[in-house]
């Protein structure tokens, strides 16, 4: 019998039916009276290069078009597409160095292959996009940089004056000496180890690729507000922004979230809000919109940071880490985004997972002629996840030590530290995690039976693990505003800013109010996409949703039941914090014989017109609504292992994914279903990167695979069955307990299925996707060494 | 520039539209005849967001049709399955084991269901997995999209008689 | 234009092969004609194809799939790779058509695509179309000037280039009925499952016991066009297709293929494993 009433069930979404039978709107399928189409011109000529010559005016006389829209016609405010710069503290700004570098339209260069540089608006998309045809762009081509060696050779064309090498961000000397995160000594270390391998790894630039293309509306409307309509997964920091850009007070714009198909960090900002915006207001009481093909979702919303690793480990003979030291170059692609970002975080990840003795991490991101890069579900954990499961397998192969029980044996506990200085951990229950998973896949038996094969095919089993964050407090602002009314039937509305952007979050948090309220699911409805009536949240992003989205739940519900108790004390001669709530009755605790039922004090509270000739006219007492302006006190992280059995065709370097067991430290699962949902939805992203997604250029910075021809993920028949373990051990913090599970899952296949092949083939591949191409090659060569050898 | 006439039976209801000769079947249901529930996901034939069934409850990609070849055609949509609030068992299925989450690729995904199901009542783990290939979707792994198909399976057999769509 | 937006052509829909032929002696080497066209769209859309566009959806009888001893095996050109699928007799009698239409795009694409315009596409990365070439089929072509068969060793002429002329419809393609002793498979080679093949192989050997007496190798991605390998082919001819011959068979096949760098493979790779799944694929077909 279940302690909860709603948490732990797996209730249906709230949001499913309407998707299912294809009622459900997203914004391309919105339409509006005198509805005009946009489309942007965009330069596919070069990645880098002055522009010369703009001239729309035969792009103006085609069929169709209304107007023709360039940099001179629209606001030429610098802006940064991202909003994570919104969250960092003030104070932070300077010593991490972001800026903002972009514009609407590219004015004097574009330096990405793909950049915008003025807009078609027309009565039919055909219209629009037959004129950009019209438009002569002339271009004096300049040096193009695609990786961080290139960009910061001594005489690279630079970026932007204010980043000089083009070196977007480095670790700032005021918070990390030395440029350096990290303590002790590591060379010392290195000096003393008895065991050290090292290497240069790659991880590459992976692509969101949300099912819903970036389609966008806004509109001038006769009042003068700017409405826009986007699946924006952070609709107040992007109003914030839109005001910001367009010299417009916050009440001046209004931000409608429309129903968001799939984010993953791809939205954790703007990509073409700033332009529909613009082009909005160059046509006052029309609405405008913009549907982005396919093929430009690569080249205009932000990408996974790739980039160079080094990593250095040493361990003593009986498994003891004594260093790690390790180096991301990453490549920031052409703007600066969230610059101090990734490079930061993956330090961040790196030196939370296991109690290395001495640690040195230096981070660092260039700019390249690529599209941008952002956020991406993982924000740099993926990237480290793969490197050093890696190389920590290959020390653990060269110790002859067993990589799950290393693994129990050295990662960190409540009381260490986590990703953030200061911030210890609350709760960590990856042991149980390994142990189930392990047992679930079979991992002793597996790797003796795979100790010596021999034959073509063979088999092998590997394990990857790491923590992540729920939120991201306190590195950033951590805010969430909640209102619950409740009305005069006992039912309630749920107001908030909450994302949900396919996870299943608005499902989740109504579980949590209703658990707090001891309502039926049912009896609450939620509001949450108008941004004249939702009050701020930061929004989808650090895995943050369900864990300070919840709090904020869980606090303006009790501020409603205060409220409520305050009444009833009156009718029941009570005390109010002698009261509880349960099945919408008020009563003492303990005395649940004597009650009030919620629902008439509800009814009475609005509908109070019983005046007698004695009392005269009662007031009622007004409409209960509880409210709160939310703050995490931790960002309670999660931990997460994966296992996986691969098997390898030693003669083409072909592998096939057996079987994988995902398990997760949760804390509490609010919906276990959406629990795994966001498991098995992460395996299939993580697999991808290591496997078989990249996005790739030719030498002149052209992008060679924007499209799913060329773009390849993993599909239904390339998966294997997936095996979820939830462990439950509370989290001190977390609403209910519970912890976040949106990016963890992401991470642990990359560490588990690249460790599975070298369990299987005795090689590694270094260089992300693994591909049988360079998986074949690394067995040829070790074929050949172990020749030469004999 | 030619334009073309043509007659479409769709989810039951004809429709006459005067189409051009460049206009896909994607862009003609999307923008023509309001059926918004089939979506543009790719436009390359890959992601399968634009599904649609025509006869014997057979899949095709509407964004890789030339609408003025579907003369006297039948279309199937996504919003053709379900009667009102009662759900096909597909819907239904996808709906009580979490095989939708941020629905994009659900269209398409409900319909290329129907049509396996249609073909193949009662289909192993790897057909279901073959069969959905050229639907993609980034949210669930698939792992809950194949549990669905297997019980709307499962729920089917269970009726059989009636119609898959 | 993009995946959203076509470019403006000219869409002809002939309601009989006459029409047809009118419009193709109009239009010349101006118009395309095509089938299920997916493969066309997408070039269309993304300007690597440009010109106008003849669907031959409209004509009449032509989406037959017949098979009998004499004639073999014919195939209309509006017979789409589904019905290849669904058919026993395929599956029975041209284990390499079927193998091929098995894992041919997805289920939307079999749907409409059809053999002959895989076939006229030319791609060297064709998997039906590699099938029907170790198979040995002819197409039929019609014109204003008469019929015409074309053998379809004779069909690919270079880059996605066909022998067909400007004002030919093709109508159909036929396999002739199998051999006694005849065997055939398909492999291809992916990056993921769902994905146009980086490397196929489609073997046809006719058996006389454990003697190779007849041979047509054809391996795919490898060069301009689909390819035969003779040498390969001379090397089991008349031989026993023991470890020695698939051995000989192995080492001769980088003789033959000039694989590229491509978004798919590398050329290295190619040739590393182009000996493994010739081989592979010879003793599928003899399984």
Redesign the interface.
């Given at each position: 019998m279940s302690e909860f009433k709603t948490v732990g069930k797996s209730e249906i979404r709230i949001d499913v039916k309407g998707k299912a039978t294809g009622r459900t709107e997203y914004a391309a399928d919105l339409k509006m009276k005198g509805m005009l189409h946009a489309y942007l011109v965009r330069c596919f000529d070069h990645a880098h290069a002055n522009i010369t010559k703009l001239d729309m005016s035969e792009a103006a006389k085609e069929p169709g078009v209304v107007k023709v829209v360039g940099p001179k016609d629209v606001t030429d405010k610098i802006y940064n597409q991202s909003v994570i710069d919104v969250m960092v503290p003030p104070s932070q700004v300077e010593p991490l160095g972001d800026i903002e570098d972009q514009n609407i339209f590219a004015v004097d260069r574009v330096k990405h292959y793909g950049e915008a540089v003025c807009a078609i608006i027309a009565t039919s998309?055909?219209a629009a996009?037959?004129a950009a045809k019209k438009v002569i762009v002339e271009y004096e081509p300049l040096p193009v940089y695609l990786n961080a060696e290139q960009a910061s050779q001594e005489d690279a064309v630079q970026f932007d004056p204010r980043k000089p090498g083009n070196l977007a961000f480095e670790l700032p000397e005021v918070m990390f000496p030395n440029k350096t995160m990290g303590w002790g000594d590591v060379d010392a270390a290195f000096a003393e180890a008895d065991v050290i391998v090292e290497d240069d790894l790659y991880t590459s630039k992976q692509k969101q690729c949300q099912m819903e293309p970036n389609s966008y509306i806004a509109l001038y409307d006769d009042e003068g507000r700017l409405n826009c309509w986007t699946s924006t997964q952070m609709p107040k920091c992007v109003h914030t922004k839109l005001a910001d850009i367009f010299d417009l007070p916050m009440s001046r714009v209004k931000l409608i979230q429309t129903t968001v198909g799939g984010g993953f960090g791809a939205r954790l900002g703007m990509v073409l809000e700033p332009h529909i915006c613009a082009l909005a207001l160059a046509m006052p009481g029309h609405p405008i919109k913009v549907?982005s093909?396919?093929?430009?979702d690569w080249l205009t919303s932000p990408s996974r940071h790739p980039g160079d690793w080094k990593v250095k480990l040493g361990f003593k003979k009986d498994g003891t880490p004594v260093a790690a030291q390790a180096s991301f170059a990453s490549y920031k692609g052409a703007y600066y985004l969230d610059g101090s970002g990734v490079a930061a975080c993956a330090g961040a990840w790196l030196q939370a997972v296991y109690n290395w003795e001495n640690l040195a991490y230096q981070g660092r991101t260039y700019f390249t002629n690529q599209p941008v890069c952002g956020a991406y579900r993982g924000y740099g954990n993926p990237q480290q996840t793969f490197v050093m499961e890696s190389m920590i397998d290959r020390a653990l192969a060269e110790l002859d030590l067993d990589p799950v029980e290393w693994r129990k044996k050295w990662h960190k506990n409540v009381g260490d530290g986590t990703w953030f200085p200061g911030v210890k951990y609350s709760s960590v229950a990856i042991d149980p995690c390994l142990e189930q998973g392990s047992a679930a896949i079979g991992w002793k038996e597996k790797r003796a039976k795979y100790a010596n094969q021999t034959g073509t095919k063979r088999r092998g089993v590997g394990v990857g693990m790491t923590t992540h964050t729920s939120g991201a407090f306190p590195m950033l602002l951590e805010h969430t505003v909640c209102s619950l009314k409740l009305n005069e039937d006992a039912s309630a509305n749920l107001t908030f800013a909450c994302s949900d952007i396919g996870q299943g979050s608005h499902t989740a948090l109504r579980q949590i109010a209703a658990e707090a309220l001891d309502f039926p699911t049912d009896d609450i409805s939620l509001n949450t996409s108008d941004g004249d009536i939702t009050g701020f949240d930061i929004g989808a992003h650090a895995s943050r949703t369900l864990y300070v989205g919840g709090g904020a739940v869980i606090e303006a519900v009790n501020d409603a039941k205060r409220q409520v108790f305050e009444r009833a004390a009156k009718l029941l001669e009570a005390n109010p914090e002698d009261l509880e709530l349960k099945d919408k009755q008020v009563f003492v605790k303990g005395s649940p014989s004597k009650s009030v039922s919620l629902k008439d004090m509800l009814h009475k509270s609005v509908f109070n017109y019983d005046a007698t000739a004695e009392t005269g006219p009662n007031f009622a007492e007004g409409q209960i609504e509880g409210y709160s302006s939310y703050n995490p006190k931790h960002c309670s992280p999660p931990w997460a292992a994966t296992f996986i059995e691969v098997e390898v065709d030693m003669?083409?370097?072909?592998y096939e994914l057996i079987e994988m067991v995902n398990t997760h430290d949760i804390g509490r699962s609010i919906n276990p279903a959406i629990v795994e949902g966001q498991m098995e939805g992460g395996a299939q992203h993580g697999l991808g990167m290591a496997l078989?997604e990249e996005l790739y250029f030719d030498e002149d910075g052209k992008v060679?695979?924007n499209?799913f021809?060329?773009y390849?993920?993993?599909?239904p028949?390339?998966l294997p069955k997936m095996t979820n373990i939830i462990v439950e051990e509370p989290d001190p913090f977390g609403p209910y307990g519970a912890k976040s599970v949106g990016e963890t899952g992401l991470c642990t296949p990359l560490g588990a299925v690249a460790n599975a092949i070298f369990n299987a083939s005795g090689v590694q591949v270094t260089d992300l996707p693994i591909?049988?191409?360079k998986l074949?090659?690394a067995i040829?060569e070790k074929e050949a060494a172990e020749k030469a050898a004999a | 520039?030619?334009h073309?006439t043509i007659n479409l039976t769709i989810n039951g209801m004809p429709q006459t539209v005067t189409v051009?000769?460049?206009?896909?079947l994607l862009?003609v249901l999307r923008e023509k005849v309001d059926q918004t529930d089939v979506k543009?996901g790719?436009?390359?034939?890959?992601c399968?967001a634009c599904?649609v069934l025509?006869e014997d409850n057979?899949?095709?990609?509407s964004?890789?049709?030339?609408a003025?070849?579907m003369?006297g055609r039948s279309i199937t949509t996504v919003a053709g399955l379900a009667k009102g609030h009662d759900l096909h068992p597909v819907q239904q299925a996808f709906v009580e084991d979490f095989a939708v989450q941020c629905g994009y690729c659900t269209p398409g995904m409900v319909l290329?269901s129907v049509?396996l199901l249609s073909e193949n009542p009662e289909p192993s783990e790897e057909e279901i997995r073959?069969?959905l290939?050229?639907?993609i979707c980034r949210c669930t792994g698939y792992t809950k999209i194949v549990t669905a198909v297997q019980n709307a399976s499962k729920n089917m057999v269970q009726y059989a008689g009636g119609d898959a769509a | 234009?993009?995946?959203?937006?076509?470019?403006?052509?000219?869409?002809?829909?002939p309601k009989d092969i006459p029409e047809a032929l009118d419009v193709l002696d109009n239009y010349k080497d101006t118009i395309t004609p095509v089938a299920g066209?997916?493969d066309m769209?997408?070039a269309w859309?993304?300007g690597l194809e440009s010109g106008n566009?003849m669907?031959v959806?409209?004509l009449p009888g032509l989406d037959y799939l017949t098979y009998d001893d004499n004639e073999g095996l014919r195939i209309g050109a509006l017979a789409t790779i589904?019905q290849l699928l669904k058919s026993d007799i395929v599956k029975e009698k041209y284990p390499a058509l079927w193998e091929a239409a098995e894992v041919f795009?997805?289920?939307?694409?079999k749907?409409?695509a059809t053999l002959v315009g895989n076939c006229l596409r030319a791609s060297p990365a064709g998997d039906g179309s590699a099938a029907a070439y170790a198979l040995g089929a002819t197409l039929t072509f019609v014109s204003k000037e008469g019929e015409r068969q074309e053998h379809i060793d004779n069909l690919f002429t270079g880059y996605a280039q066909t022998s067909r002329k400007p004002n030919e419809l093709a109508t159909e393609i036929t396999i002739p009925a199998p051999k006694a002793g005849s065997k055939s498979a398909f492999w291809r080679?992916t990056?993921?499952?769902?994905?146009?093949a980086k490397l196929n192989v489609a073997a046809y050997l006719e058996m006389d016991g454990d003697t190779c007496t007849e041979a047509r190798l054809v391996m795919g991605c490898v060069g301009p066009t689909l390819l035969r390998l003779p040498k390969c082919e001379a090397l089991l001819k008349g031989s026993k297709v023991d470890e020695a011959t698939l051995e000989a068979v192995a080492n001769t096949v980088n003789d033959e293929i000039t694989p590229i760098d491509d978004?798919?493979?590398?050329a290295?790779?190619r040739r590393?494993?182009a000996p493994?799944?010739l081989k592979r694929t010879i003793l599928k077909a003899l399984s």
């Amino acid at each position: 019998m279940s302690e909860f009433k709603t948490v732990g069930k797996s209730e249906i979404r709230i949001d499913v039916k309407g998707k299912a039978t294809g009622r459900t709107e997203y914004a391309a399928d919105l339409k509006m009276k005198g509805m005009l189409h946009a489309y942007l011109v965009r330069c596919f000529d070069h990645a880098h290069a002055n522009i010369t010559k703009l001239d729309m005016s035969e792009a103006a006389k085609e069929p169709g078009v209304v107007k023709v829209v360039g940099p001179k016609d629209v606001t030429d405010k610098i802006y940064n597409q991202s909003v994570i710069d919104v969250m960092v503290p003030p104070s932070q700004v300077e010593p991490l160095g972001d800026i903002e570098d972009q514009n609407i339209f590219a004015v004097d260069r574009v330096k990405h292959y793909g950049e915008a540089v003025c807009a078609i608006i027309a009565t039919s998309e055909a219209a629009a996009e037959h004129a950009a045809k019209k438009v002569i762009v002339e271009y004096e081509p300049l040096p193009v940089y695609l990786n961080a060696e290139q960009a910061s050779q001594e005489d690279a064309v630079q970026f932007d004056p204010r980043k000089p090498g083009n070196l977007a961000f480095e670790l700032p000397e005021v918070m990390f000496p030395n440029k350096t995160m990290g303590w002790g000594d590591v060379d010392a270390a290195f000096a003393e180890a008895d065991v050290i391998v090292e290497d240069d790894l790659y991880t590459s630039k992976q692509k969101q690729c949300q099912m819903e293309p970036n389609s966008y509306i806004a509109l001038y409307d006769d009042e003068g507000r700017l409405n826009c309509w986007t699946s924006t997964q952070m609709p107040k920091c992007v109003h914030t922004k839109l005001a910001d850009i367009f010299d417009l007070p916050m009440s001046r714009v209004k931000l409608i979230q429309t129903t968001v198909g799939g984010g993953f960090g791809a939205r954790l900002g703007m990509v073409l809000e700033p332009h529909i915006c613009a082009l909005a207001l160059a046509m006052p009481g029309h609405p405008i919109k913009v549907q982005s093909p396919r093929e430009e979702d690569w080249l205009t919303s932000p990408s996974r940071h790739p980039g160079d690793w080094k990593v250095k480990l040493g361990f003593k003979k009986d498994g003891t880490p004594v260093a790690a030291q390790a180096s991301f170059a990453s490549y920031k692609g052409a703007y600066y985004l969230d610059g101090s970002g990734v490079a930061a975080c993956a330090g961040a990840w790196l030196q939370a997972v296991y109690n290395w003795e001495n640690l040195a991490y230096q981070g660092r991101t260039y700019f390249t002629n690529q599209p941008v890069c952002g956020a991406y579900r993982g924000y740099g954990n993926p990237q480290q996840t793969f490197v050093m499961e890696s190389m920590i397998d290959r020390a653990l192969a060269e110790l002859d030590l067993d990589p799950v029980e290393w693994r129990k044996k050295w990662h960190k506990n409540v009381g260490d530290g986590t990703w953030f200085p200061g911030v210890k951990y609350s709760s960590v229950a990856i042991d149980p995690c390994l142990e189930q998973g392990s047992a679930a896949i079979g991992w002793k038996e597996k790797r003796a039976k795979y100790a010596n094969q021999t034959g073509t095919k063979r088999r092998g089993v590997g394990v990857g693990m790491t923590t992540h964050t729920s939120g991201a407090f306190p590195m950033l602002l951590e805010h969430t505003v909640c209102s619950l009314k409740l009305n005069e039937d006992a039912s309630a509305n749920l107001t908030f800013a909450c994302s949900d952007i396919g996870q299943g979050s608005h499902t989740a948090l109504r579980q949590i109010a209703a658990e707090a309220l001891d309502f039926p699911t049912d009896d609450i409805s939620l509001n949450t996409s108008d941004g004249d009536i939702t009050g701020f949240d930061i929004g989808a992003h650090a895995s943050r949703t369900l864990y300070v989205g919840g709090g904020a739940v869980i606090e303006a519900v009790n501020d409603a039941k205060r409220q409520v108790f305050e009444r009833a004390a009156k009718l029941l001669e009570a005390n109010p914090e002698d009261l509880e709530l349960k099945d919408k009755q008020v009563f003492v605790k303990g005395s649940p014989s004597k009650s009030v039922s919620l629902k008439d004090m509800l009814h009475k509270s609005v509908f109070n017109y019983d005046a007698t000739a004695e009392t005269g006219p009662n007031f009622a007492e007004g409409q209960i609504e509880g409210y709160s302006s939310y703050n995490p006190k931790h960002c309670s992280p999660p931990w997460a292992a994966t296992f996986i059995e691969v098997e390898v065709d030693m003669e083409t370097g072909e592998y096939e994914l057996i079987e994988m067991v995902n398990t997760h430290d949760i804390g509490r699962s609010i919906n276990p279903a959406i629990v795994e949902g966001q498991m098995e939805g992460g395996a299939q992203h993580g697999l991808g990167m290591a496997l078989s997604e990249e996005l790739y250029f030719d030498e002149d910075g052209k992008v060679l695979n924007n499209g799913f021809t060329d773009y390849k993920m993993l599909g239904p028949s390339d998966l294997p069955k997936m095996t979820n373990i939830i462990v439950e051990e509370p989290d001190p913090f977390g609403p209910y307990g519970a912890k976040s599970v949106g990016e963890t899952g992401l991470c642990t296949p990359l560490g588990a299925v690249a460790n599975a092949i070298f369990n299987a083939s005795g090689v590694q591949v270094t260089d992300l996707p693994i591909t049988p191409e360079k998986l074949l090659k690394a067995i040829k060569e070790k074929e050949a060494a172990e020749k030469a050898a004999a | 520039m030619s334009h073309h006439t043509i007659n479409l039976t769709i989810n039951g209801m004809p429709q006459t539209v005067t189409v051009e000769g460049n206009e896909t079947l994607l862009e003609v249901l999307r923008e023509k005849v309001d059926q918004t529930d089939v979506k543009y996901g790719c436009g390359t034939g890959e992601c399968g967001a634009c599904t649609v069934l025509v006869e014997d409850n057979k899949p095709i990609n509407s964004c890789l049709t030339l609408a003025a070849t579907m003369d006297g055609r039948s279309i199937t949509t996504v919003a053709g399955l379900a009667k009102g609030h009662d759900l096909h068992p597909v819907q239904q299925a996808f709906v009580e084991d979490f095989a939708v989450q941020c629905g994009y690729c659900t269209p398409g995904m409900v319909l290329k269901s129907v049509a396996l199901l249609s073909e193949n009542p009662e289909p192993s783990e790897e057909e279901i997995r073959h069969y959905l290939e050229g639907n993609i979707c980034r949210c669930t792994g698939y792992t809950k999209i194949v549990t669905a198909v297997q019980n709307a399976s499962k729920n089917m057999v269970q009726y059989a008689g009636g119609d898959a769509a | 234009m993009s995946t959203r937006v076509l470019t403006k052509f000219d869409l002809q829909v002939p309601k009989d092969i006459p029409e047809a032929l009118d419009v193709l002696d109009n239009y010349k080497d101006t118009i395309t004609p095509v089938a299920g066209g997916s493969d066309m769209m997408v070039a269309w859309k993304l300007g690597l194809e440009s010109g106008n566009a003849m669907s031959v959806t409209a004509l009449p009888g032509l989406d037959y799939l017949t098979y009998d001893d004499n004639e073999g095996l014919r195939i209309g050109a509006l017979a789409t790779i589904d019905q290849l699928l669904k058919s026993d007799i395929v599956k029975e009698k041209y284990p390499a058509l079927w193998e091929a239409a098995e894992v041919f795009a997805t289920h939307q694409i079999k749907n409409t695509a059809t053999l002959v315009g895989n076939c006229l596409r030319a791609s060297p990365a064709g998997d039906g179309s590699a099938a029907a070439y170790a198979l040995g089929a002819t197409l039929t072509f019609v014109s204003k000037e008469g019929e015409r068969q074309e053998h379809i060793d004779n069909l690919f002429t270079g880059y996605a280039q066909t022998s067909r002329k400007p004002n030919e419809l093709a109508t159909e393609i036929t396999i002739p009925a199998p051999k006694a002793g005849s065997k055939s498979a398909f492999w291809r080679v992916t990056r993921v499952n769902e994905d146009l093949a980086k490397l196929n192989v489609a073997a046809y050997l006719e058996m006389d016991g454990d003697t190779c007496t007849e041979a047509r190798l054809v391996m795919g991605c490898v060069g301009p066009t689909l390819l035969r390998l003779p040498k390969c082919e001379a090397l089991l001819k008349g031989s026993k297709v023991d470890e020695a011959t698939l051995e000989a068979v192995a080492n001769t096949v980088n003789d033959e293929i000039t694989p590229i760098d491509d978004k798919r493979s590398t050329a290295e790779y190619r040739r590393s494993v182009a000996p493994v799944f010739l081989k592979r694929t010879i003793l599928k077909a003899l399984s």
